[in-house]
């Protein structure tokens, strides 16, 4: 069953349309890799998922119905986080606000949450009390995605996790996605590194706005003309 829906999508800012036209499914309970060069418009279909943009043409379905153009706050009400690519933590406040942060929209009890996101993220327990600007990248992004777990979180959007980091922390970061798939939550993806394929179900690429490819990620991973083509092999 399909949890979210993107239908012909049409988006930009402006007069500028970045997106011609763009369709996925996402799968419930799965990875799903969104893969392509920069500027191919993943952010921006990020953006236009989570209601930053509003798509002037198609239709965003969460089981089932259209939630195009709902406002960011009510989507993490529905059990939609995002995790941008910059700007995704308050470097000037502990680690540990930065997860209170994450639970500003929960009017019930969040502390046992905190504590199972330090567990699941042991590295950051050691550094609760220290302002998140001190953290290294691969740190910060454990603690962005931990922010977004703090409303458990049905889908969860993640742009480019893994950009900048060491290859043994972008194991390390996708071994934690693939962690968290297990608990029930579904990935939308988004790279520029095909080991995402890795971790992934399902894959699409998209460039200029548009859907390239798509088809398990398995298949994508072996194809020489898509490697070639689209990513960077
Ligand atoms: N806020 C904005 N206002 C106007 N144009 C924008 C804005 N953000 C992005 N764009 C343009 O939209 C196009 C797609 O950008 P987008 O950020 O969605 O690409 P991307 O696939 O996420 O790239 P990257 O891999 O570099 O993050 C680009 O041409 C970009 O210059
Ligand atoms: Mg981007």
Same mark, same amino acid.
């Given at each position: 069953m ?5 239908? $012909? ?6 007069? *500028? ?7 996925? $499914?996402?799968?419930? %309970? ?6 392509g #060069?920069? %500027?191919?418009? !993943? ?11 509003? =798509?002037? &043409? ?7 119905s259209?939630?195009?153009?709902? =406002? =960011?706050?009510? *989507?993490?009400?529905? %059990?939609?986080?995002?995790? @941008? ?5 308050? @470097? ?5 606000? $930065?997860l ?13 949450? *905190?504590?199972?996101?330090? +567990?699941?993220? =042991? ?5 609760? !009390?220290s ?9 910060? &992004? ?11 979180? +049905? ?5 480019? @996790?893994?950009?900048?980091?060491? #290859? ?6 996708? +071994? ?10 579904t ?5 520029? $590194? ?12 998209i460039?200029?706005g ?8 398995? +298949?994508?991973?072996?194809n ?7 990513? %960077?092999?």
């Amino acid at each position: 069953m399909s949890i979210l829906q993107l239908e $012909n999508i049409v988006s930009g800012y402006g007069s *500028m349309e970045v997106l011609h036209g763009v369709s996925l $499914n996402i799968e419930d %309970g799965k990875i799903i890799a969104l893969l392509g #060069p920069n %500027g191919a418009g !993943k952010t921006t279909l990020l953006r236009t998922i989570f209601g930053v943009v509003k =798509p002037t &043409q198609g239709q965003v379905l969460f089981k089932g119905s259209d939630i195009s153009g709902t =406002p =960011p706050e009510k *989507m993490t009400k529905k %059990g939609i986080c995002y995790v @941008p690519q910059e700007g995704n933590i308050f @470097p000037t406040l502990t680690v540990q606000e $930065n997860l209170e942060m994450g639970a500003f929209t929960r009017e019930d009890d969040w502390r046992l949450r *905190m504590e199972e996101i330090f +567990e699941f993220f =042991p590295s950051l327990t050691d550094r609760r !009390k220290s302002s998140a600007g001190e953290l290294s990248g691969g740190m910060r &992004q454990m603690l962005a995605i931990g922010r977004a777990l703090m409303v458990n979180p +049905e889908v969860l959007l993640l742009d480019e @996790p893994s950009t900048g980091l060491a #290859p043994v922390l972008v194991d390390h970061i996708f +071994e934690r996605i693939a962690a968290l798939n297990k608990q029930g939550v579904t990935v939308l993806l988004v790279e520029q $590194n095909a080991q995402a394929l890795s971790a992934a179900d399902k894959a699409y690429i998209i460039e200029g706005g548009e859907n390239k490819a798509e088809g398990s990620a398995e +298949e994508l991973r072996n194809n020489e003309e898509i490697g070639r083509l689209y990513l %960077g092999r």
